[in-house]
């Protein structure tokens, strides 16, 4: 296990999320839904380490855009280390819902892909609205995003934003994970309703 991993999860364990990076079967189920032969731009957040970067990069084809957004200053130097030599590889030290700036500063084509680990469960609840709804104005109209959690307490919210395609309960993964895979809504709420918010921390 990469060392650098287990210290930055004991140190911010919010933003990292679970102390065991993702096994080869959840990479695999997060990699499914993405047709690497069209897509023109893969959005990572929280990239971590970069286990699922490495599928992305070996997967995708040279001309596609990766932007990978992560609040890890430490994760950041890791991957702009791992991936230099990369064309079209963009490291963002930054925060998810402010995306489209770091597309709009690369001039990065919109996002077919938004492949998405971040703990909702762990993020403050407003953060995670606005990461979402973000999200659904980021990605193309066909475009999709993939989430990979822990537990489905926080599905209600995700669907206020994002229809539902699939989902997938990999049990080969410490701890079990459940891919999510969602195509953005025509409209989404333009704030957090309190009542809404009060709501959906009932369901934890």
Not at 13 to 21: D, E, Q
Not at 121 to 141: F, V
Request: hydrophobic content about 40%; glycine content about 6%.
């Amino acid at each position: 296990m990469d060392s650098s991993f287990i210290q930055e999860f004991f140190r911010n364990p919010a933003t990292v999320g679970s102390l065991i990076p993702s096994s080869r079967e959840l990479t695999e189920k997060v990699m499914a839904p993405i047709d690497f032969a069209t897509a023109r731009c893969i959005v990572e957040y929280g990239p971590g380490t970069g286990v699922f970067t490495d599928v992305i990069i070996g997967r995708r084809r040279a001309e596609t855009v990766v932007v990978l957004v992560e609040v890890n200053r430490r994760f950041c130097q890791l991957l702009r280390a791992r991936y230099s030599s990369q064309p079209n590889v963009h490291v963002v030290h930054g925060s998810a819902d402010k995306t489209a700036d770091y597309l709009a500063a690369i001039g990065a084509p919109p996002a077919d892909y938004v492949v998405c680990g971040l703990p909702f469960s762990s993020l403050p609840r407003r953060q995670g609205w606005r990461i979402l709804e973000h999200t659904r104005q980021l990605l193309l109209p066909a475009g999709q995003l993939i989430l990979f959690q822990y537990s489905l307490q926080n599905r209600k919210l995700f669907e206020r934003f994002f229809q539902p395609l699939d989902h997938a309960h990999v049990l080969l993964n410490l701890p079990p994970a459940h891919v999510l895979v969602y195509a953005p809504t025509p409209e989404a709420p333009a704030s957090v309703p309190h009542a809404a918010a009060a709501d959906e921390g009932a369901t934890r």
